[in-house]
């Protein structure tokens, strides 16, 4: 599977964004997927995961009640949508998905992954 993450740019902070990923085949409805960043200089960390169905979804506490995420099956895309950002929100978003379900933090988890869409956000 083939994923491709866009949606990135240069916002204020209070802005919004969506993210999307879509991927490439339509088996992607049946994978686990899983939102990461990376800020310059600190490691890659969880953001958000959502289930095959969509019925389930986990957040880091840092985007909780900020961001949201979801899937459409159909279109073979999940979306991150991303409000009241915050300059610390700032870095390369990755998308990546999962065939079962495992620790959903840990990127080892992911089999595939996207190349990152860059969201700034200006104070």
């Known amino acids: 599977v083939q994923l491709q993450a866009s949606g990135g740019g240069l916002v204020q902070a209070g802005d919004s964004l969506r993210l999307s990923c879509a991927a490439s085949?339509?088996?992607?409805?049946?994978?686990?997927v899983g939102w990461f960043r990376q800020a310059p200089g600190k490691e890659r960390e969880f953001v958000s995961h959502?289930?095959?169905?969509?019925?389930?979804?986990y957040y880091a506490d840092s985007v909780k009640g900020r961001f949201t995420i979801s899937r459409d099956n159909a279109k073979n895309t999940v979306y991150l949508q991303m409000n009241s950002l915050k300059p610390e929100d700032t870095a390369v978003y990755y998308c990546?998905?999962?065939?079962?379900?495992?620790?959903?933090?840990?990127?080892?988890?992911?089999?595939?992954w996207g190349q990152g869409t860059l969201v700034t956000v200006s104070s």
């Open positions: 085949e339509p088996t992607f409805s049946r994978y686990f």
């Open positions: 959502i289930t095959w169905s969509g019925g389930i979804t």
């Open positions: 990546a998905a999962a065939k079962f379900y495992r620790t959903i933090v840990s990127a080892e988890s992911y089999d595939y």
